[in-house]
């Protein structure tokens, strides 16, 4: 507690630290302004819950005399809104994760934005991504640069010409061209041309221990089809993707599906997708499961999936899936894709910092 | 012991990219060859431990490529090629202990302290120094290395140097 009590007296000595908290909000002013331009209406919902997402992705952080928990992400109350019949919404909040260790890009309390468009699939969320990273770019590089010329008349040349300027920014000595359209690569294509391993091959979990041994990682017939692909993915693929452009990397298998919805041309991959800027992974998105049977199938599977692991272990959210059942047309929730970026992250490649606590200096 | 070979872990960062599976990224130095590479172990992936053991020896001089150390309990000698002790070369004190890393009864690598303290030997009286950096000047140390320092900083006054930088860190009170 010593340390943190201290960490204004870091901020009032280092100017970058107290430039960053400009930063920050300059971003979060053109998110907002994005937004409203696309007709998104910026919602709120609960950090205290009664029943959060079980994916053990993560551990959750739990109120024990209350039998609550700090959400790990606001999804599931955001779907219920859509199921209440909202369309095209938006939320900024606080989220919290436990991760029990402590690295550069990971904090306990972060901040997420999340965005939901109504009758779209996850290429449309693609898209979104591209064009909502370079309008913050544009505003950010307008602040910067155009502030102190503006003059009479001047304006607008200006502008422009700055506009024209800066697609790429500098990220750890790199430069990094933000201009769309962004490279795109499916995850089948990726352990290809990578690590070269057949995916549609790898899915079942023979023929992954069997590559991994001929690859010459340790496989024990504990390790669990994610491990062996995380394996492969963390060694051979993530570090040669190519860093000079953001990168969508799309279509993961589907035993990586989390909440989103199976390809219908090709039961082994699921419509999700991540994008990546200079090596930091930004955000996560999906066609919606917007499927309640489906739904309650995995959200049972990961409470097994918790058990195994010795997590926390609670009762789903059946009012969540009652929403996917229900509402708001007789169909359930409807088509919609959706996705999660993490706002400390993207003040990061705008900062060019290397580490989440530079952004968020007062966490803990 | 990895692929054979004795590595140091110089970095480790914990991953957790998916359905509570959990990595770690490392970064390993082959203690005989020097070089680093990257890789990631799941979480609970058993390696043999190296047989490297880590001895204090005394450094006794440089010859040609060579560094020679001695232990100073068995007189055992040991040597070890300069490009081995990386940025700690200019640091380093004749007579001086260090701790070295011995595998196979061979010296393979040094095990570099933080920081060191060397007597500063020369410094030009009166010097200005340069103010746009903030007033330093630059001195010669007893090993021969010159780094900057603060106009405060006299001759015959012992300072600390970071190994992994070379740069001054501060003034020590004898």
Redesign the interface.
């Known amino acids: 507690m010593q340390e943190i009590n201290r960490t204004w007296k870091k901020i009032k000595r280092s100017r970058r630290l107290k430039e960053n908290f400009y930063q920050k909000a300059k971003i979060l002013t053109a998110l907002r302004e994005f937004f409203a331009k696309e007709n998104f209406l910026e919602i709120d919902t609960p950090n205290l819950v009664s029943a959060p997402d079980p994916?053990?992705?993560?551990e959750i952080f739990k109120i024990e005399e209350k039998n609550l928990f700090l959400a790990p992400s606001p999804e599931f109350f955001i779907k219920k809104l859509l199921a209440a019949g909202l369309k095209n919404v938006y939320q900024i909040t606080k989220s919290y994760r436990d991760?029990q260790?402590?690295?550069?890009t990971h904090l306990n309390e972060f901040t997420i934005l999340e965005w939901y468009r109504t009758g779209a699939d996850y290429t449309e969320l693609m898209r979104d991504c591209e064009n909502l990273v370079n309008f913050i770019w544009e505003r950010l590089s307008l602040v910067q640069s155009a502030t102190p010329r503006l003059r009479s008349g001047q304006e607008c040349k200006v502008q422009s010409y700055n506009l024209k300027l800066k697609t790429s920014l500098i990220y750890q000595d790199k430069q990094i061209n933000l201009a769309p359209p962004w490279t795109r690569i499916s995850c089948k294509e990726a352990f290809k041309r990578y690590a070269n391993v057949n995916l549609d091959e790898f899915i079942d979990i023979n023929n992954a221990r069997k590559v991994c041994r001929e690859k010459g990682y340790?496989v024990s017939l504990?390790?669990?089809w994610?491990?062996l692909?995380?394996?492969i993915?963390?060694?051979e693929v993530e570090?040669k993707l190519p860093k000079e452009q953001p990168l969508i990397l799309y279509d993961y298998p589907a035993p990586?599906a989390a909440l989103s919805k199976i390809k219908e041309s090709n039961s082994r991959y699921a419509e999700r997708f991540e994008f990546y800027i200079g090596g930091l992974e930004l955000g996560n998105g999906y066609s919606e499961l917007t499927d309640s049977n489906e739904q309650e199938k995995r959200l049972r599977q990961?409470l097994e999936?918790?058990k195994?692991?010795k997590?926390q272990v609670f009762d789903y959210d059946h009012d969540f899936v009652d929403a996917l059942k229900e509402g708001p047309g007789r169909a359930g929730m409807g088509k919609t894709a959706g996705i999660a970026v993490g706002i400390d992250r993207l003040v990061m490649l705008f900062t060019d910092s290397s580490d989440i606590h530079e952004v968020t200096p007062m966490s803990v | 012991m990895f692929r054979d070979t004795p590595h140091i872990v110089v970095e480790k960062?914990?991953?957790?990219?998916?359905?509570?599976?959990a990595?770690y990224?490392t970064k390993l130095k082959n203690i005989k060859s020097g070089s680093v590479l990257?890789?990631?172990f799941?979480s609970?992936?058993?390696l043999e431990e190296a047989s490297v053991e880590v001895q204090e020896l005394q450094y006794l001089y440089q010859e040609g490529d060579l560094l020679s150390f001695m232990n100073p309990g068995t007189y055992e000698q040991f040597s070890l090629p300069k490009d081995m002790a990386g940025g700690l070369l200019p640091l380093m004190k004749e007579g001086e202990g260090y701790q070295v890393y011995v595998f196979d009864q061979k010296a393979i690598a040094i095990r570099p302290p933080l920081k060191v303290f060397l007597k500063v030997t020369h410094s030009e009286a009166g010097a200005k120094g340069n103010t746009v950096t903030g007033a330093t000047k630059e001195v010669e140390l007893e090993t021969g290395h010159k780094v900057l320092v603060p106009l405060f900083i006299k001759e015959g006054d012992t300072v600390s140097v970071n190994v992994d930088s070379g740069q001054y860190v501060e003034r020590i009170q004898t």
């Not at chain 2, 960062?13 to 599976?21: A, D, E, H, I, M």
């Open positions: 994916n053990p992705f993560n991760w260790e402590n690295d550069p340790q504990e390790n669990s994610e491990e692909y995380h394996q993915f963390l060694n570090p990586l990961d999936i918790r195994i692991k997590m | 960062t914990f991953v957790s990219p998916g359905k509570g599976s990595f990224r990257e890789f990631t799941k609970g992936e058993k």
